[in-house]
């Protein structure tokens, strides 16, 4: 029950968080994303803690999350952002009342499910609580990284042996936002509601129904957190700029930094959305500087902290990998700094997206080059994972060849993320192997379980093109096109 | 490796070959068709797809089932990962934390644990060899395990017993073995000791 009381309040936390922007941002969205705030203000409050040796205690963790709560009172009483509507209250009251009903269900009926892995991270978890930042923990953050292991460490503080509710609530959360999320981005396509909630229903259910994606819903590991936190990430910038609404900037950043804080090979990932982002160049300047600087600034100390104290590091993370993800960091803080130059604005960022593409197709054949065997085995073992030892049942197959096809399809609006994100996640997956082992086949497989997190992004991508030539649909430019005539 | 997947490659580049003429044959009609009626249908095809092949998808050795309680030990329990020596360490934690663990010096030689992590790891408040004791035996065993305890089989060859029941919590945790079986039993429950079983 402690565990119930405790994921529920960080849901809670979060909600109230989001309400800050209810103003800008729907309602059932803040609602839906509750969770994904409140265990990441855990995660970082933790972190910091932690890093500055400050005490983590319940006692400490409870004083940070009532600091904060203030600080949000404040807010909210000088922005009359606590004035709900009747119809707003309503929302939010189902989806907190069925997040509950979920959570309770889910410490009733305890579905985990671990590997060797998983343990690890359990385990880490717990030293955490006793042993903070030790040497010995900072060796396995270099291998995993925090996200899992901070929120694994409530459960010594709860009392139980570990957290088992998370992953279910999680996926359930995740379930929401694919939904609401897909149906807001195919609703940006056409006008007709009922397809629209059809259509995204039912590549949600294509989605949650392929069985490697049921059981991460109850495997504890960090592979559906980060499917969920980049899906939102990519779904929010999306919007933000369609929308021409900044504050989806905000939580798309939040996101962001859920999804780098889940392994220690994400940022290198979400570099790439975040490029992506900044070169399709429609987001203010300030806004770019809020919004990015601070996400860029957090993963460049807390990568220096890992740095200053791994030592020699692991296999997964050592000195020279920290240092190329610090550079990386600083390059796009860097790029965000000059992006409002005008020969930047209009020569570097509308080139960058192919840009980037090609550099990684170059490395990647130069890796090639340099390890033949090791990359054909790792490509082979993610082909025959995907289409069968992977446990994903017939949705890669189905979806690769829809997103074959889809290349060839109508263009959508800003494609590009979508298109050269999709492209580069594969190109970075095989250009990580060759820093370790060659991947495998078998479902447990790092690169294997990678591809969790680009799946709903290509469902996604391919349900709005998709969508994008349907019968009498009124997509954004005869939207424009009207408005124009009007 | 790749040969036995020849058949399903030839089969989606036909198919996509296929599409693609379809494509450029029927023009703006195609995806017009395709998104109208083929693709709602298709994710349909899908999702029966996913519904039908779950049980079977779910007999397999990695499959998802009910854990008997909340408990680390049933979750290791029921994991078809290979079974680490390392995972005693956080049972010892949750059962034993702060207790004085004696192990017999003629354990301490064979014994797969490392002292130290015992104390780190296990957050034991001490780890102390003590002087030679005999293994027990199956009778001493049986009155062992009347008691409540728990136990998990590790990789290493060892079932390990985690004897639980309620006693001085001052009392030291000795660690005896018996055959390919250790316990880590409180010292005041073994059947030797005045309070006994």
Same mark, same amino acid.
């Given at each position: 029950?402690?565990?119930?009381?405790?994921?529920?309040?960080?849901?809670?936390?979060?909600?109230?968080?989001?309400?800050?922007?209810?103003?800008?941002?729907? %309602?059932? $969205?803040?609602?839906?994303?509750?969770?994904?705030? !409140?265990?990441? #203000?855990?995660?970082?409050?933790?972190?910091?803690?932690?890093?500055?040796?400050?005490?983590?205690?319940?006692?400490?963790?409870?004083?940070?999350?009532?600091?904060?709560?203030?600080? *949000?009172?404040?807010?909210?009483?000088?922005?009359?952002?606590?004035?709900?509507?009747?119809?707003?209250?309503?929302?939010?009251?189902?989806?907190?009342?069925?997040?509950?009903?979920? &959570?309770?269900?889910?410490?009733?009926?305890?579905?985990?499910?671990?590997?060797?892995?998983?343990?690890?991270?359990?385990?880490?978890?717990?030293?955490?609580?006793?042993?903070?930042?030790? =040497?010995?923990?900072?060796?396995?953050?270099?291998?995993?990284?925090?996200?899992?292991?901070?929120?694994?460490?409530?459960?010594?503080?709860?009392?139980?042996?570990?957290?088992?509710?998370?992953?279910?609530?999680?996926?359930?959360?995740?379930?929401?936002?694919?939904?609401?999320?897909?149906?807001?981005?195919?609703?940006?396509?056409?006008?007709?509601?009922?397809?629209?909630?059809?259509?995204?229903?039912?590549?949600?259910?294509?989605?949650?129904?392929?069985?490697?994606?049921?059981?991460?819903?109850?495997?504890?590991?960090?592979?559906?957190?980060?499917?969920?936190?980049?899906?939102?990430?990519?779904?929010?910038?999306?919007?933000?700029?369609?929308?021409?609404?900044?504050?989806?900037?905000?939580?798309?950043?939040?996101?962001?930094? !859920?999804?780098?804080? %889940?392994?220690?090979?994400?940022?290198?990932?979400?570099?790439?959305?975040?490029? $992506?982002?900044?070169?399709?160049?429609?987001?203010?300047?300030?806004?770019?500087?809020?919004?990015?600087?601070?996400?860029?600034?957090?993963?460049?100390?807390?990568?220096?902290?890992?740095?200053?104290?791994?030592?020699?590091?692991?296999?997964?993370?050592?000195?020279?990998?920290?240092?190329?993800?610090?550079?990386?960091?600083? %390059?796009?803080?860097?790029?965000?700094?000059?992006?409002?130059?005008?020969?930047?604005?209009?020569?570097?960022?509308?080139?960058?997206?192919?840009?980037?593409?090609?550099? &990684?197709?170059?490395?990647?054949?130069?890796?090639?080059?340099?390890?033949?065997?090791?990359?054909?085995?790792?490509?082979? %073992?993610?082909?025959?994972?995907?289409?069968?030892? !992977?446990?994903?049942?017939?949705?890669?197959?189905?979806?690769?060849?829809?997103?074959?096809?889809?290349?060839?399809?109508?263009?959508?609006?800003?494609?590009?993320?979508? #298109?050269?994100?999709?492209?580069?996640?594969?190109?970075?997956?095989?250009?990580?192997?060759?820093?370790?082992?060659?991947?495998? =086949?078998?479902?447990?497989?790092?690169?294997?379980?990678?591809?969790?997190?680009?799946?709903?992004?290509?469902?996604?991508?391919?349900?709005?093109?998709?969508?994008?030539?349907?019968?009498?649909?009124?997509?954004?430019?005869?939207?424009?096109?009207?408005?124009?005539?009007? | 490796?790749?040969?036995?997947?020849?058949?399903?490659?030839? *089969?989606?580049?036909?198919?996509?070959?296929?599409?693609?003429?379809?494509?450029?044959? &029927?023009?703006?009609?195609?995806?017009?068709? #395709?998104?109208?009626?083929?693709?709602?249908?298709?994710?349909?095809?899908?999702?029966?797809?996913?519904?039908?092949?779950?049980?079977?998808?779910?007999?397999?050795?990695?499959?998802?089932?009910?854990?008997?309680?909340?408990?680390?030990?049933?979750?290791?329990?029921?994991?078809?990962?290979?079974?680490? =020596?390392?995972?005693?360490? +956080?049972?010892?934690?949750?059962?034993?934390?702060?207790?004085?663990? @004696?192990?017999?010096?003629?354990?301490?030689?064979?014994?797969?644990?490392?002292?130290?992590?015992?104390?780190?790891?296990?957050?034991?408040?001490?780890?102390?060899?003590?002087?030679?004791?005999?293994?027990? =035996?199956?009778?001493?065993?049986?009155?062992?395990?009347?008691?409540?305890?728990?136990?998990?089989?590790?990789?290493?060859?060892?079932?390990?017993?985690?004897?639980?029941?309620?006693?001085?919590?001052?009392?030291?945790?000795?660690?005896?073995?018996?055959?390919? @079986?250790?316990?880590?039993? +409180?010292?005041?429950?073994?059947?030797?000791?005045?309070?006994?079983?």
């Amino acid at each position: 029950m402690n565990q119930v009381l405790f994921l529920f309040s960080l849901y809670v936390y979060g909600v109230v968080f989001g309400l800050l922007f209810k103003r800008h941002l729907p %309602a059932v $969205l803040i609602a839906i994303t509750g969770f994904l705030w !409140g265990t990441l #203000f855990w995660v970082v409050g933790g972190m910091i803690a932690l890093a500055t040796s400050l005490p983590y205690t319940p006692g400490s963790m409870i004083s940070y999350f009532i600091v904060l709560m203030i600080g *949000f009172g404040i807010i909210h009483a000088r922005n009359n952002t606590w004035a709900l509507s009747r119809r707003e209250i309503t929302w939010i009251l189902s989806i907190a009342s069925t997040f509950l009903l979920v &959570l309770f269900l889910a410490s009733r009926y305890n579905f985990s499910a671990v590997s060797s892995d998983s343990i690890i991270q359990i385990v880490t978890g717990r030293r955490i609580a006793y042993e903070g930042f030790s =040497t010995a923990i900072i060796e396995e953050l270099s291998k995993r990284d925090a996200f899992l292991s901070l929120l694994q460490s409530a459960s010594v503080f709860l009392g139980d042996d570990y957290i088992y509710t998370a992953q279910p609530v999680f996926a359930f959360t995740f379930v929401l936002l694919f939904n609401y999320l897909g149906y807001q981005i195919v609703s940006q396509i056409i006008s007709n509601k009922r397809l629209t909630l059809t259509l995204t229903a039912l590549s949600g259910i294509v989605l949650f129904s392929t069985y490697f994606i049921i059981y991460q819903s109850f495997y504890i590991h960090n592979n559906l957190i980060s499917a969920m936190y980049l899906f939102a990430a990519v779904s929010m910038f999306w919007l933000a700029r369609i929308e021409s609404n900044d504050h989806w900037m905000i939580f798309g950043m939040l996101s962001l930094l !859920g999804f780098s804080l %889940a392994r220690t090979e994400a940022p290198i990932f979400a570099l790439i959305f975040l490029a $992506l982002v900044i070169s399709a160049g429609h987001i203010p300047y300030r806004l770019r500087l809020v919004s990015m600087i601070p996400y860029l600034l957090f993963l460049g100390l807390w990568y220096s902290y890992l740095l200053a104290r791994m030592g020699e590091g692991t296999k997964i993370l050592d000195p020279e990998k920290t240092l190329a993800i610090i550079g990386a960091l600083i %390059a796009i803080g860097l790029l965000v700094l000059v992006s409002e130059l005008n020969w930047i604005k209009r020569f570097l960022l509308p080139q960058l997206p192919k840009l980037m593409v090609v550099i &990684l197709l170059i490395m990647l054949a130069f890796l090639i080059y340099q390890k033949p065997e090791h990359i054909k085995d790792s490509i082979l %073992a993610t082909l025959i994972n995907m289409m069968s030892s !992977g446990r994903w049942g017939i949705t890669w197959l189905m979806f690769s060849l829809y997103l074959a096809l889809s290349l060839a399809g109508p263009k959508v609006p800003w494609e590009e993320i979508f #298109f050269y994100g999709i492209v580069s996640f594969f190109c970075l997956i095989l250009a990580i192997v060759f820093f370790r082992k060659p991947y495998h =086949t078998a479902w447990g497989d790092s690169g294997n379980r990678m591809l969790t997190h680009i799946l709903p992004i290509s469902i996604l991508y391919v349900l709005m093109k998709t969508v994008q030539s349907l019968p009498k649909s009124t997509n954004i430019e005869s939207k424009r096109d009207s408005s124009r005539n009007l | 490796m790749l040969v036995q997947y020849l058949g399903i490659i030839g *089969f989606y580049l036909v198919v996509l070959v296929l599409l693609y003429s379809l494509m450029r044959k &029927l023009q703006e009609k195609f995806w017009l068709r #395709f998104s109208a009626v083929m693709f709602p249908f298709l994710l349909v095809g899908h999702i029966l797809f996913n519904v039908i092949s779950f049980p079977a998808v779910n007999q397999a050795r990695w499959r998802l089932r009910r854990l008997p309680s909340n408990d680390l030990i049933d979750l290791m329990d029921n994991s078809y990962s290979q079974r680490r =020596t390392y995972w005693i360490y +956080p049972l010892m934690e949750i059962y034993y934390a702060g207790r004085t663990l @004696q192990i017999p010096e003629n354990l301490l030689d064979s014994l797969p644990l490392s002292k130290e992590e015992l104390q780190r790891k296990g957050r034991l408040a001490e780890v102390v060899p003590i002087e030679m004791i005999a293994e027990l =035996t199956e009778g001493e065993v049986e009155l062992i395990l009347a008691a409540d305890y728990l136990d998990i089989s590790i990789d290493d060859g060892y079932l390990y017993h985690f004897v639980m029941q309620e006693t001085d919590l001052d009392s030291p945790l000795l660690l005896r073995r018996y055959e390919d @079986q250790l316990f880590f039993i +409180p010292k005041d429950l073994l059947p030797d000791t005045e309070s006994g079983l």
